[in-house]
């Protein structure tokens, strides 16, 4: 059965760096891995999104070894709005088909 | 506000009832996708369309049923339903998306309680 898996909750510190790892052993050829944090009440929002080795924007790096089974977001300096859900998402093989699959999610919680 | 919008916010329901989720994009994007989240369970995507021709249905009980008459609008009609079906239900927008590429656009979700 194929599995994105995520850690269900870290706490964190204001202005530490946080780093999030997706497993993904089964991922498809070719396909990118994508980020998205979500707050209550509200759809996931876009955070980055990569294909291999490192990418990163003005919010945070993704990291992604070469073996592509799995990858990490890191948030540097976090801030009390940064709590949220935080999901990969990723085409996985389940059987011959290719899903497209969300991570458990992260429940990030950012102390003071 | 992130260019996709969906009504109902909220929309409860008896099991016998007929009702229709309605999703609408302003990107000019040309896929629209259906999730459920549950309280237990992680996002899970129901249907996928793209150029309006559904490409993706993940063994999705016929007792929801999509409909997308353009790159703009998406329905989820619901009839029958069960109250394990009780979730929040969001769309999605992108640019034909291949192989997870594009950016997904989400909205802010229907919640739906079935009774």
């Known amino acids: 059965l194929a599995k994105t898996t995520q850690p269900i909750s870290m706490d964190s510190y204001e202005g530490q760096e946080v780093n999030i790892t997706c497993s993904h052993n089964?991922?498809?050829?070719?396909?990118?891995i994508t980020w998205y944090q979500q707050f209550p009440s509200q759809g996931p929002r876009f955070i980055i999104q990569?294909?291999?080795t490192k990418v990163t924007n003005e919010v945070a790096s993704l990291f992604i070894p070469a073996d592509r089974k799995s990858s990490t977001l890191s948030l540097p300096r976090v801030s009390l709005s940064d709590t949220a859900v935080y999901y990969c998402?990723?085409?996985?093989?389940?059987?011959?088909?290719?899903?497209?699959?969300f991570g458990s999610g992260t429940q990030l919680t950012v102390l003071p | 506000e992130t260019g996709v919008t969906q009504t109902p916010r909220h929309l409860v329901m008896g099991m016998t009832n007929k009702k229709s989720l309605k999703c609408e994009q302003h990107?000019?994007?040309?896929?629209m996708y259906w999730y459920k989240q549950s309280a237990k369970k992680p996002l899970e995507l129901m249907f996928v369309y793209n150029f309006k021709e559904q490409t993706e249905n993940n063994s999705v009980p016929s007792r929801f049923s999509p409909e997308c008459p353009n790159s703009s609008h998406l329905f989820l009609h619901l009839h029958t339903l069960q109250p394990e079906d009780s979730a929040l239900y969001l769309c999605?927008?992108?640019?034909?998306?291949?192989?997870?590429?594009?950016?997904?656009?989400f909205g802010p979700g229907t919640r739906l309680t079935v009774t």
């Open positions: 999605a927008s992108s640019l034909q998306g291949d192989r997870g590429r594009n950016e997904q656009y």
């Open positions: 089964n991922i498809a050829t070719n396909d990118y």
């Open positions: 990569g294909y291999k």
């Open positions: 990107l000019g994007h040309n896929a």
């Open positions: 998402l990723v085409g996985v093989y389940s059987g011959s088909a290719r899903q497209l699959t």
